[in-house]
């Protein structure tokens, strides 16, 4: 799980517009749904996903979101949070929200 560095810098987190986002309760199934996604992904534009992990907002070191805005769009996270605590640039941005 997170730390309070990693909270609090979860906070800043910019999300973007194309950013799928992936919420769900923890183990119901949820990286089976994450690579269905990116799955389908590539099969819509021929570009593989590759990244070295798929991202859970709040796990992690704090420094990991400076790496992931080098990760190529879109973006896929997941997140076990609950909807109230998700930082607000994911709704502000008009983020895809899939609820499991």
Known sequence: ????????????????????VLASYPKCGSNWILHIVSELIFAVSNKKYEYPEFP????????????????PSPRILATHLHYDKLPGSIFKNKAKDVGL
């Open 1 to 20: 799980m997170g730390t309070s560095e990693t909270f609090q810098a979860l906070e800043a987190f910019e999300a973007r517009h194309d950013d799928i």
């Open 56 to 71: 859970v907002l709040e796990c992690g070191d704090s420094e990991k979101y400076q790496r992931m805005k080098q990760f």
